[in-house]
């Protein structure tokens, strides 16, 4: 398996700009996660999805910030409109079954670094 | 919710063992400890993990004190591709990780 798959590796795009960051899980995993990076906060989740529902997105800064999951085999996060804190890397991770019951681990994707001028 | 405290960074010579110590003082009884290692502009990747008794994999061995309020992650043979930030995780809430700030190691030719 490839693993999960992010895209871009890179994004630079203007103040309040939209911006799209995709991923595709690993075949078969029921449970998508997207997780923010930042030097201040470290990594923090904004949402999870179990079998392509939103279950968790507490996480989620603000309303500019949406995630979607058409089918179980991608997944996007968009930010409308853009923000320079909103500068950070962007993981998705995607596991077999649920934390933390199931004794499962994460896999995570290379991440897309966005940066907002 | 147990969370994690680990030494911000850490030095280790090529070829001997990394002994990486975490701090889990107020986890509960069905709470995993995770190891994730992230080496620079990558994702996190898994190492390891235990409940109570002491693992060992191809990457790692994990040892968990019986009180399970710490853990200690030993490299066997540290190379020069261990350089990397080290996180001791506990499970917060359902399907949500805590990642900490992590130890720096640097391993050393």
């Known amino acids: 398996d490839a693993g999960v798959i992010q895209s871009p590796r890179h994004e630079v795009t203007e103040m309040g700009q939209e911006v799209t960051l995709r991923c595709k899980p690993i075949?078969?995993?029921?449970?998508l996660f997207w997780y923010r990076q930042t030097m201040m906060r470290g990594l923090e989740l904004l949402i999870y999805?179990?079998?392509?529902?939103?279950?968790?997105d507490s996480g989620m800064p603000e309303d500019r910030f949406s995630a979607k999951m058409p089918n179980a085999s991608f997944s996007t996060l968009k930010i409308q409109p853009s923000e320079p804190r909103d500068s950070a890397v962007y993981f998705c991770?995607?596991?077999?079954?649920?934390?933390?019951?199931?004794?499962?681990?994460?896999?995570f994707g290379s991440g897309t670094q966005l940066s907002v001028l | 919710d147990a969370k994690t405290t680990q030494p911000p960074s850490m030095d280790c010579a090529e070829g001997r063992a990394a002994n990486l110590p975490c701090n889990h003082s107020?986890?509960?009884?069905?709470?995993?400890v995770y190891w994730y290692r992230q080496i620079h502009s990558q994702g996190p990747q898994y190492i390891i993990h235990?409940?109570?008794n002491n693992e060992t994999n191809e990457m790692a061995s994990l040892i968990i004190t019986e009180d399970r309020k710490s853990s200690t992650l030993i490299l066997p043979h540290a190379t020069l591709r261990d350089t990397a930030v080290y996180y001791c995780?506990?499970?917060?809430?359902?399907?949500?990780?805590?990642f900490g700030t992590g130890t720096r190691l640097t391993v050393i030719p």
């Open positions: 075949s078969g995993h029921d449970y």
């Open positions: 991770a995607s596991s077999l079954t649920s934390f933390p019951a199931a004794n499962e681990k994460l896999f």
């Open positions: 107020t986890i509960s009884g069905n709470e995993y």
């Open positions: 235990g409940l109570k």
């Open positions: 995780i506990v499970v917060v809430g359902a399907n949500n990780l805590f």
């Open positions: 999805f179990n079998n392509n529902v939103p279950i968790d």
